[in-house]
C-alpha cells in the first residue's frame, strides 16, 4: 500500500498505511488517510477528471507487453527452479534475515510471493479510482478485496504450479491486513492458486516472535518465513518486497538497488508496476498530506530532462 514518511515514527505510520492495498502500496498519511471514503462504485461516470495514473492503469490492462513482461519473469524464475532445490545452501534471504535456527539443508523449501500486482492484478480497482478522479483509501480498498474478483497475472499460475509440483510451497507475504485474510485466500484458491493452509498467509499484523516490526515492513516476516523454509526465491513489486528499506529516498534506494542488484533476475524476482509504490512518495520527501497538485509539481521537478 503507501507510506514513508522522513522520521522514523512517521515512517511507521505511513507504512502502515501503506500495507492496506496492493502489498505494497503507499498509502497518504496524516488528515488526508484519515478522512472516510464511501465505496467506489464499479461504473464509470460519465465523464472523468484527469489522473496522474491514467496511461500506467491503462498500461497494465490493455498492453500487450504488461503481459509480456510478467511472462517472461515468471518463465525465467521456473527455469532456476531446479538449480536452486539441488543446491542445499541456495538462499534467497539476506544473510542478515536469516536466523540460525537450523540449518538450510533440513528446512523445507518454499518462495516468498508478494500478492498485490505480483500474483494478482487489482487494476480494476486502480481503475475505479482514475474514472472517478479518487485516490486509494483503506475503505475503498477492503470493499475490493472482499469482492475476491482479483485475477492472476499472466504467467504466474504456470509458475505457482510448477513449483508445487516439486514440493515447493507458495508462501504469500502482503501488506493486506489480516482482517483480510479469509478474503484474499478465497480469491488465490478459486483462482487455482497453491494455498496449503492458512498458515501461508504472512498479512500485515502477524505476530513474529523476538522481532519488532515497523509499521508495514516485511522484514520481520522474512524472518519468520525462514525459521520454518529454505527461501528459494522471492517475488515482488516493490524492492521493500525484498530488502528492509529504511529510508524512502531516491539516493538511498538506488543505494539498496546497487548492493543487492546480482540477487535479481537469480533469488529476486520484481514485477513491474507503474501503478503505485515507494517509488512514488520518495520523489516527494514521501508527504503524502500535501495537495494532489503539490505532489505532481514535485514529480515534474523530480523528471531528469535531456540537457541535465
Not at 148 to 171: D, N, Q, R, S
Not at 258 to 279: H, V
Request: glycine share 6%.
Amino acid at each position: 500500500m503507501r507510506t514513508i514518511v522522513p522520521a522514523v515514527s512517521l515512517l511507521a505510520a505511513a507504512l502502515a498505511l501503506s500495507a492496506c492495498k496492493p502489498t505494497s502500496y503507499t498509502a497518504p498519511s496524516g488528515d488526508a488517510a484519515a478522512k472516510p471514503a464511501a465505496p467506489i462504485a464499479a461504473t464509470k461516470p460519465a465523464s472523468s477528471t484527469p489522473d496522474d495514473n491514467l496511461n500506467a492503469v491503462l498500461w497494465v490492462q490493455r498492453s500487450a507487453e504488461y503481459q509480456a513482461n510478467t511472462i517472461s519473469i515468471f518463465r525465467a524464475a521456473a527455469d532456476h527452479l531446479d538449480a536452486a532445490l539441488k543446491e542445499p545452501h541456495w538462499d534467497a534471504l539476506i544473510p542478515s534475515e536469516r536466523e540460525a535456527t537450523a540449518p538450510l539443508p533440513g528446512l523445507k523449501p518454499a518462495v516468498i510471493m508478494d500478492i498485490d500486482e505480483t500474483v494478482l492484478d487489482n487494476s480494476p480497482y486502480q481503475a475505479r479510482l482514475v474514472a472517478h478522479g479518487q485516490e486509494y483509501n483503506e475503505v475503498s480498498w477492503a470493499e475490493w478485496v472482499k469482492e475476491e474478483k482479483a485475477k492472476p497475472l499472466p504467467g504466474v499460475l504456470e509458475f505457482a504450479k510448477a513449483a508445487e509440483a516439486k514440493g515447493v510451497t507458495i508462501l504469500y507475504l502482503s501488506n493486506r491486513a489480516q482482517d483480510l485474510q479469509d478474503a484474499t485466500l478465497a480469491n488465490l484458491r478459486a483462482e487455482g492458486l497453491p494455498v496449503k493452509d492458512d498458515s501461508v498467509f504472512l498479512g500485515l499484523g502477524t505476530f513474529v516472535e523476538g522481532c519488532e516490526q515497523h509499521g508495514s515492513e516485511k522484514l520481520c516476516r522474512r524472518r519468520l518465513a525462514g525459521r520454518e523454509y529454505r527461501v528459494l526465491m522471492q517475488f515482488g513489486d516493490q524492492l521493500g518486497d525484498f530488502v528492509e528499506v529504511i529510508a524512502n529516498t531516491p539516493e538511498a534506494r538506488a543505494e539498496l538497488l546497487e548492493e543487492y542488484g546480482d540477487w535479481f533476475g537469480e533469488r529476486w524476482w520484481m514485477l513491474a508496476n507503474p501503478t503505485y509504490g515507494s517509488w512514488e512518495p520518495a520523489v516527494f520527501n514521501n508527504a503524502w498530506g500535501e495537495p494532489r497538485e503539490a505532489r505532481r509539481g514535485h514529480k515534474r521537478d523530480a523528471l531528469i530532462l535531456a540537457d541535465q
